[in-house]
């Protein structure tokens, strides 16, 4: 893995915002390919993101291609699947997703593609999960974008209280990266101090709620989430070309729950390194095998169709 090559599958708002936030920093990453189920969606954003190159901060080469073009990134990005139509509910969404993705893994594997699988695509706990047992890579080679924006809400929220650089806040949400997430308040503080004594308990689950829920608030405003998820992911990717060996909340297998969730984990050039083994309070136990049993039922609820 040395060509620093990132291949985008899903040139949507997601996966174009995500390759606008590549070429707009200097990062690791020399090459983006970008492939779409719409051949001529993915061709005209590779245009229009070529044409940023001559005042952008550094050089990416910039292309258009097919799932045979995997065989020598190092990174394969999904941001690709169904989106929820009125009336659908997540299940049947996710039942849709995952037979996407099972066609999807098995054109990148037959390229011969031997990196990394960065999982974007909601419910993206489920669809990592099924992209480790699709491709049959190791489990430190598949990651999803896990709880890294939540958490990122999260510290930008507490900041905002603390009239502190979110930078100086340390704090998770973790669990599913949807209704059954929480925040690890027991293990949360800003230079040594605890959170908990800084600030009073109503305005701790406020916050929480806010971090919950505030997707919901953007997509009723917007119609989609993308700007945060695009600088989250590309933070990931930084994470992974650079060997940075730094903590965030990606989402990877966990061989105790047999599921994938946002969880504390090192993160370097060798993919999802080490989970941290985190003491959570009693009750943010119970709270993490909640988030845990909504996973699991969703993971068996696709098992009958594959």
Known sequence: MDNN????????????????????QRTAVNEIVLTDIIAKDAEGEAMD????????????????????????????????????????????????NVNILKGMIEQIMASGFNGIFLVVTNPMDVLTYYTWKFSGLPAEKVIGSGTVLDSARLRARIAGYLNVNPKSVHAYQ???????????????????????????????????????????????????????IAACV????????????????????????????????????????????????????IKLQQSINTLKKAIKSCEKIL
């Open 174 to 228: 973790i669990g599913e990266h949807g209704d059954s997430e929480f925040t690890v308040w027991s293990l949360a503080d800003m230079g040594g101090q605890k959170i908990t004594e800084m600030l009073p308990v109503e305005v701790r689950d406020g916050i929480s709620d806010f971090v919950k829920n505030e997707a919901y608030d953007i997509i009723e405003k917007k119609g989609a989430t993308y700007y945060g």
């Open 49 to 96: 993101l070529r044409d940023a190159l001559a005042v952008a901060p550094s050089y990416v080469k910039i292309s258009n291609g097919t799932y045979a073009d995997a065989r020598d990134c190092d990174v394969v990005v999904i941001t690709a699947g169904a989106a929820q139509k009125p009336g659908e509910t997540r299940m049947e969404l996710l039942k849709k």
């Open 234 to 285: 590309v933070q990931i990717l930084n994470c992974i070309f650079n060997d940075e060996m730094r903590v965030l909340p990606v989402s990877s297998y966990d061989s105790f729950s047999g599921t994938c969730f946002g969880f504390p984990t090192v993160v370097g050039r060798a993919g999802a390194i080490r989970r941290l083994d985190m003491k959570i309070s009693e009750k943010e136990g």
């Open 5 to 24: 090559k990132v291949m985008i599958v899903g040139t949507g708002n997601v996966g174009a915002s995500i390759a606008f936030s590549l070429i707009n």
